[in-house]
């Protein structure tokens, strides 16, 4: 798995630092005067899934979880195939305020689809919580509240992002060598 690495984009200290600084601006923007306040986290699986995992422990407030699957990169595709979505397991989001857990926003597709979804499912508010947010229009056009950081238009992987499903137990956001993707 090492070996296939061709460069580390961003090391795991930077992830876990920029993930606690999104976490405190979350906290603060969803936390009433008299610190209450009530969230539910939608990751969207698997790629937000650890991502969320590591920003859901540094929000202190009462929370719920809902669980969405939008599948985008079938298999061994490194360009988006149309958007699938699975929101059987997100629970009654009548009122809520929630905030929408995404590893990368690229063609945009997937948020432009799953936000409308959830304010149609009685929402009070959506906001976006992207760890990764590619430079290409298509990305930075699409309106998202929290971004971790900005990254060249590359296909990347680890701390949640795959590759046919590998990958995504690598602590660091690395790209993958040529040889990887010319095997398949
Ligand atoms: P979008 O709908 O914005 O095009 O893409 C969102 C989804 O596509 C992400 O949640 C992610 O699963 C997948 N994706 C987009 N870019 C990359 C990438 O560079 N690497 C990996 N592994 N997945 C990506
Ligand atoms: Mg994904």
Do not use: W
Not at 13 to 27: D, N, S, Y
Not at 36 to 53: H, K, N, R, Y
């Amino acid at each position: 798995m090492h070996a296939d690495i061709e460069r580390v984009l961003i090391p795991r200290e930077k992830i876990q630092h920029r993930v606690r600084e999104l976490a405190e601006q979350i906290t603060h923007d969803h936390m009433t005067k008299n610190g209450e306040g009530e969230v539910t986290i939608v990751p969207i699986l698997t790629g937000a899934m650890i991502f969320a995992c590591d920003l859901m422990r540094h929000i202190p407030m009462a929370m719920k979880i809902g669980l969405m699957t939008v599948s985008s990169y079938p298999g061994t595709a490194t360009t988006s195939q149309g958007v699938t979505i699975n929101y059987k397991k997100v629970g009654d989001l009548t009122g809520r305020h929630v905030i929408l857990v995404d590893d990368i926003l690229d063609s945009g597709s997937t948020i432009r689809a799953v936000v409308p979804m959830l304010r149609d499912m009685g929402a009070a508010t959506v906001r976006v919580c992207v760890l990764l947010r590619k430079d290409r229009p298509e990305a930075t056009q699409t309106p998202a509240d929290y971004v971790g950081f900005d990254i060249p238009d590359e296909f990347v992987v680890g701390y949640g992002l795959d590759y046919d499903d590998y990958y995504r137990n690598l602590p660091d956001v690395v790209t993958l060598k040529r040889e990887v993707y010319a095997k398949s």
